[in-house]
């Protein structure tokens, strides 16, 4: 069991594992699969073999080439979700030894990763696909880039490298050393006398018959007992809704269900298979059969490439999914459509029902009698006049419950349009499949033509009704999308029988690609970068694409993070307590039941709380009051963390409503609710310069917040010494200093008595610079009250709820210009939602406002800031500090402006741009040239006028698809206007033997902090990287360090380490111009015999920098970092889905310490820059309760999101004020995100203007399916009646 052990523990809800196992009675070979950890249970393994990522190599041993490929490809950062990554490519080796690239995609589609954007990670795969796709691989086998020299060249002064990677240092991959099946385990699958299996546990058993007899008795016998197969239901429902059954069958694998039957009129899928199984089966029926056959078959494929990830659907059964009855069923409704047939079993034999039979009950159990089963299904061929569609819209293509999907057939009389019969079945519209049967009846009989759909339109309107509470998207998309599936059907339709009988007309060419999917193909990545000075010494690893210093522990699984070290003696793992209110008072807190759970040894709440419980106006623990939803009320310490989590959902509080409750910007405005004087700067003469102008917009944008979505959440390990009241703390954070800053408050100690220890983290973007503080003080009293030892990781639910994340903001701006586009004045006013206390929202908006004229010189400028106190979770720093949002406006008014004067808003944008070198709103200088060369190069190298002419052409011969391109500017700025927080200290130590060990006070969060350190550690003592270690930061070797945040963490730390290596370096310098020939080690060796100290601290004292406000003047930042990025989509109009097919970044990286480091930060800032201006919604309550708080609901990017073709340039320039003429780039890709956002737009603009709406528009951010399709205005959205919202409460509310 030890394999299982690991499944639970090691991989966290990411996880991935293989699992092999011997299906004879199916396929008569091993088949590997890919499954999510968290939602395999144990028992269901007996007879597989498990691999986890560390059974396929190690560093101890030898790693696999999985691993090593991924991680030389760069494919790892935090490293935490490249254990996932590695075994999903490992499976599919497994399965196919030189998969496609199309099984590659598919393999990697349920895997997330937060940091790298997946490029890298698919770069890695694909060097095992049979096509040779690498870029180096093209045609000559050099680079693609020679091929398009022409197109893409740059300067040719400037030697641009290409390869980030060596393929030549990679081992080949032979799959016959991969370990076979375990013989025991083929001898137990073939034994003839298998026996039922019980496995007992403490409150559940689990039996697994052996056969169907059994499997029948046990089901007659326990009617209520949960058949658990894939689990993939079950298994969730417990983990998140808390369900509990006692007992369980299970017959996952009986040979009986697991089996299919292929019949001259359809085939039969036993109830066992899995989706996978399922969509295997049905490629090759499509491949065996005639086309008029298999109508039904491809709309089942269809969803079934893109229902889930391919992990849950290796784990998930048809019978399990059939009988799940989901509401957003993709299945269901196509099945029902097509007019399969459930074969239905029990002890007292065996009947049929049609599966649109289920549907016309609320439960399953009703349909079912007592004692039966599904046994399988059975899906018929179409016929020649019948046609079968499918049709889903989610968040995100892939990997998203459908918003609304739908499964529609019509049979004509034969040789006609006339309909026989019709089936519409809809999902996410109803508590299960909905049919509009009543439309069907009443169009029996009609012609397939316009009046027709007219009608149909308007009797599906009518007969599916969707509550206006209903969660999810608004009701008025959810319609929308229904007629407008209705409508694709029609079209579909229409042309397929035009195909049949030319005598039908056929439909418009415009119209044929609203019928068109967007295909799921692999990106293709391309990178420039400067090439290494040739003269520099080959030791020297500065500017070379070093491969991240964990990187192969990352990929090998053998990366410690802080959940990972094992349970030491008398640990307690802790479970927080959260308020249910977001304004109340406390009337009392009950922790009597919770003491009394079996495994709970205290309850901690505020008054337990030796020192502050409230911090630099941070709480702790609410005492009277609550604040926010989520807020820590209390907290239980027990011996498991199952138990403390069951006794935490014992504690019971009673409130009192506390009036006001302020959710959303505008109710905080409405109540003066602020936090912090006003934010503003003015340059020129706004009000005047207005009176000139030729046109005036005023509008307002709202750009939603986001999720950090770290792949680890916040974990800690807090460890009382016993003595002194020393506390050793570990923790993922960005700011250990701040934690040792918290806790020693909280326990009312000194902060010498807190040691705080960060090795590294699964990804922090921001989220891990306060929020930590807060979660180690809270472990740090229940570890000073109980003595013991504390384990407190947050479950993903309520580090979302509980942590906050960017702010959402408001914009209301005020724009004036001359009809030639050229902007004259702007006024805007921009309301952040700061959440409950002030965090980082001061600085926040301090950023937002002096960073939002973006690379626009506006002559007259206004801009003010104010940050809203509301009834949320507190939000805090994340990647760009304010400037992702508040830019986003900027960049809506200069589209407004450019659809008012008929340009382009690349016109606009260029017209207004800084050109010559000037001065900011605040006054500092600066010179825009690096600026526009990015400008310049991303413009000529990416082709944009020749793509903006043939995106013209795409529109005028497509009604229903639209593309749009869109080229932004960035003018960014890194660092923080405060001197003494960009001070950074280093310890280095020189040991006897040679070998070094750095320290610093920056944190690795994945950025690859610690490899640049590396690289300058070796520059500096002109050693090999080899002989440096860095292992960890702490408090105990470098004191009162500053965030790792800002984009500045390389900057800083890195004139420390430098500085402490040029001490030792000038001490050993005697001795090596003594004995020049001689070798480091005699060098050191010598130093020490001469009592030389081989130890060093560094110092940085930090960028001058400071901030006027008063005077309106500063040099807030050290320096600039500028940029462009260009982006092309397709949007589908009546569906919202959106394409991205080409995206090109220019970032001015002046000299890139780590080409590879650096790329990887852009493109996983742009992609996460993507996410939050597309995929990433947060949805609350009116009331101030986070829904969306894991994957389910919220959607980061996945690999199907990426471009299709992704470039990347590091522009060089000079930047003498940072170490080795570098910049910090950790934060400027993720405004490049936004050139996605304005091509939506751009698209949308194109959609509008064909129906005649010409005014200039604003867009909302993010740019959801909801957004794009409600935008395109039309017929059917203007179809839909709108609910009175004054008879209703909405679902869900904007906060921002
Ligand atoms: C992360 C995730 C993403 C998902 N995304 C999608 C999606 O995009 N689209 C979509 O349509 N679905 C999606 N699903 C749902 C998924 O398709 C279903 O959970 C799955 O098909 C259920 O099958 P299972 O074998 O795991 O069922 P189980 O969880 O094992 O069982 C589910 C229920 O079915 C009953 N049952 C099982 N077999 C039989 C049988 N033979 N006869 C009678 N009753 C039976 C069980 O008693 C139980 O009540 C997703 C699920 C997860 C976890
Ligand atoms: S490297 Fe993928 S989540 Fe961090």
Redesign the pocket.
């Known amino acids: 069991m030890a394999n299982s052990y690991t499944i639970d523990w090691l991989i966290y809800y990411y996880g991935t594992v293989s699992i092999t196992y011997f299906p004879l009675y199916y396929l008569k070979h091993y088949s590997h699969y890919s499954a ?1 950890a968290c ?1 395999t249970s144990i028992c269901s393994l007996h007879g597989t073999a498990v691999t986890t990522v560390e059974g396929i190599g190690s560093i101890k041993t030898r790693i696999h080439p999985v691993q090593e490929r991924l991680a030389k490809c760069h494919g790892t950062q935090c490293g935490f979700c490249s254990p996932g990554m590695a075994m999903s490519i490992y499976t599919l080796l497994r399965n196919h030894p030189i998969p496609s690239t199309e099984q590659l995609m598919e393999a990697l589609g ?1 895997n997330l990763c937060r940091c790298t954007g997946y490029r890298p990670i698919l770069e890695s795969g694909k060097t095992f696909c049979e096509e040779p796709t690498v870029c180096q691989l093209q045609g000559t086998g050099k680079c693609c880039m020679d091929q398009e020299e022409n197109q893409y060249s740059l300067n040719k002064k400037e030697e641009m490298c290409t390869e980030l990677y060596d393929k030549s240092e990679f081992q080949p991959y032979d799959p016959s050393q991969e370990p076979i099946f375990p013989p025991e385990l083929i001898r137990m699958a073939e034994d003839p006398q298998k026996k039922t299996l019980y496995f007992h546990g403490e409150k559940v058993l689990w039996i697994s018959p052996v056969s169907l007899n059994e499997l029948l008795e046990l089901r007659m016998k326990y009617p209520t ?13 417990m983990k998140v809704k808390g369900e509990f059954h006692p007992l369980i ?4 694998g009986l040979p009986a ?1 697991n089996f299919v039957d292929f019949k001259d009129d359809g085939v039969t899928i036993g ?2 298979c ?2 996978s199984e399922m969509k295997e089966i049905l490629t090759h029926a499509v491949s065996e059969e005639p086309k008029e056959k298999t109508k039904t078959y491809r709309a089942l494929l269809k ?1 079934l490439r ?4 391919q992990q ?2 290796n ?10 009855k ?1 509401d ?5 409704p196509v099945l029902a459509a097509g007019k399969a047939i459930l074969n ?1 079993i029990s002890k007292d034999g065996e009947r049929q029902i049609l599966i649109e039979e289920l549907f016309t009950t609320p439960s ?1 159990k009703e349909e ?1 009698r007592p004692g ?4 399988s299904v059975f899906v018929p061929h179409s016929r020649k006049w019948e046609f079968v569609f499918s049709y ?1 819209q ?1 968040q995100r293509m ?5 918003i609304v ?1 739908a499964g529609m057939s019509v049979h004509f009389e034969e040789g006609t349009n006339i309909i026989q019969d019709l089936k519409l079945f809809f ?1 996410s519209v109803g508590p299960t499949t909905v049919s509009a049967s009543k439309t069907c009846k009443q169009l029996i009989g009609r012609q397939w033509n316009d009046e027709m759909l007219r009608d149909g339109i308007r009797m599906v309107l009518e007969e599916i009704f969707i509550l206006p509470t209903t969660a999810g998207a608004t009701v008025k998309y959810k319609k929308t999308l229904t007629t407008s599936f209705f409508f694709i059907f029609y079209l579909s339709v229409k042309k397929e029988l035009h195909e049949l009988e030319q005598r039908y007309p056929d439909i418009p060419e415009t119209s044929i690609s609203a019928l068109e999917d967007f295909p799921i193909k692999i990106p293709e990545g391309r990178e420039m970068f400067q090439c290494v000075d040739p003269h520099q010494s080959p030791q020297d690893p500065v500017g070379h694409p070093v491969m991240h210093q964990s990187g192969i522990k990352h990929a090998t699984g053998e990366a410690v993070y802080y959940d990972d070290i094992p349970q030491v003696d008398k640990e307690l793992h802790l479970a927080v307590v959260t308020s249910t209110r977001a304004h109340a008072k406390i009337l009392s807190i009950d922790i009597s039941e919770a003491l009394k759970f079996p495994g709970v040894v205290d309850v901690i709440t505020a008054k337990d709380v030796p020192g502050e419980n409230n911090h630099e106006g941070e709480i702790l623990y609410a005492e009277d009051e609550v604040i926010c939803v989520g807020q820590i009320i209390c907290s239980v310490a027990a011996d498991t963390h199952a138990h403390a989590r069951q006794a935490a959902e014992k504690v019971k509080i009673t409130y009192e409503d506390v009036e006001p409750r302020i959710i959303t910007i505008e109710e905080a405005i409405e109540h003066k609710s602020f936090m912090f004087e006003e934010k503003k700067i003015e340059k020129g003469n706004v009000d005047k310069a207005f009176k000139h102008v030729d046109e005036i917009i005023e509008d307002e944008v709202h750009v939603g917040g986001q999720e950090h979505f770290y792949m680890e959440t916040q974990t800690t390990l807090v460890f009382p010494t016993g003595e002194d009241n020393e506390m050793v703390i570990f923790i993922g954070t960005q700011f250990p200093t701040h934690v040792q800053d918290f806790t020693a408050a909280a326990l009312g100690v000194p902060r010498n008595k807190i040691m705080c220890h960060m090795k590294r983290t699964g990804g922090a973007f921001g989220g891990k610079v306060t929020k930590p503080a807060l979660l180690g003080a809270i472990a740090a009293v229940a570890a000073h009250k109980t003595g013991h030892p504390i384990r407190f990781m947050l479950e993903r639910c309520d580090d979302m709820l509980i942590t906050g994340g960017r702010h959402p903001i408001l914009a209301k701006f005020k724009v004036g210009f001359m009809k030639n586009g050229k902007i004259k004045a702007v006024d805007i006013q921009y309301f952040t939602n700061a959440g409950c206390t002030a965090d980082e929202s001061e600085m926040v908006l301090e950023f937002i406002v002096l960073k939002s004229e973006n690379a626009y010189d506006i002559p007259n400028f206004r801009c003010r800031g104010r940050a809203c106190k509301t009834n949320l979770p507190s939000n805090t720093a994340f990647r760009g500090f304010g400037f992702p949002q508040g830019t986003l406006v900027v960049e809506n008014y200069i589209t407004a402006v450019a659809i008012k004067c008929g340009l382009l808003p690349e016109k606009v944008r260029d017209m207004n741009m800084y050109k010559t070198p000037n001065t900011t709103a605040y006054k500092e200088p600066f010179n825009p040239e690096p600026l526009l060369k990015c400008w310049k190069q991303c413009l000529e190298k990416s082709s944009f006028q020749s793509r903006r002419t043939a995106i013209e052409e795409f529109n005028k011969k497509n009604d229903w698809k639209k593309r749009g391109i869109a080229i932004i500017p960035m003018k960014f700025t890194v660092g923080v206007p405060h001197t003494s927080e960009s001070q950074a200290a280093s310890l280095v130590h020189i040991y006897q033997d040679g070998s070094v060990l750095v320290t610093h006070g920056g944190c690795e969060l994945g950025q690859g902090l610690h490899t640049k350190m590396i690289q300058i550690a070796s520059r500096e003592l002109k050693i090999p990287s080899s002989y440096i270690h860095l292992s960890e930061t702490s408090t105990t070797t470098v004191p009162n360090a500053s965030y790792t945040a800002g984009s500045m963490g390389t900057d800083i730390n890195g004139r420390a380490v430098q500085n402490a290596c040029q001490t030792l370096l000038k001490r050993l310098d005697p001795i090596i111009k003594k004995n020049p020939k001689g070798k480091w080690e005699d060098w050191v060796s010598q130093a020490f015999s001469e009592s030389i100290s081989l130890s060093a601290t560094g110092y940085f004292r930090g960028y001058k920098t400071y901030m006027d406000w008063e005077k309106e003047v500063g040099h807030p930042y050290p320096y600039f970092v500028y940029g462009a990025g260009c982006s092309e989509v397709e949007i589908d109009c009546l569906t919202g889905a959106h394409k991205l097919f080409r995206t090109d970044i220019f970032m001015d990286a002046a000299f890139s310490i780590n080409p590879a480091v650096d790329i990887g930060q852009i493109e996983g800032a742009f992609i996460q820059g993507m996410g939050l201006y597309t995929t990433e919604e947060l949805k609350y309550s009116p009331e101030g309760v986070l829904y969306t708080r894991g ?2 609901d919220y959607k980061i990017p996945t690999v199907t999101e990426i471009p299709e073709k992704f470039y990347v340039t590091l522009v060089h320039s000079r930047n003498p004020i940072a170490i080795y003429s570098s910049k910090g780039l950790g934060e400027a890709g993720m405004f490049m995100g936004s050139s996605v956002f304005f091509a939506i737009m751009d698209a949308v603009g194109a959609a509008r203007r064909k129906r005649g709406l010409m005014e200039p528009f604003t867009m909302n951010s993010p740019a959801t399916p909801e957004l794009i399709r409600m935008s395109c205005v039309d017929q059917f959205t203007e179809q839909i009646h709108r609910d009175d919202p004054s008879t209703f409460k909405s679902w869900s509310i904007h906060v921002s």
Request: no cysteine; charged share 10%; hydrophobic share 45%.
């Open positions: 999510t939602l349920g007992a949960p058949l658990v197969m894939g689990n993939t239901t079950v298994g969730l429902n069958i299970s017959p996952i269900l109830a066992g899995s989706l969803h893109t229902l889930a990830g849950i659907r784990m998930a059964t048809l019978g399990g999914h059939v009988a799940s989901h957003y069923s993709d299945i269901n239905l399953l079912l039966e089963l599904i046994f889903r989610a892939e990997n998203a419950f459908a999907n999902g994957p389910d």
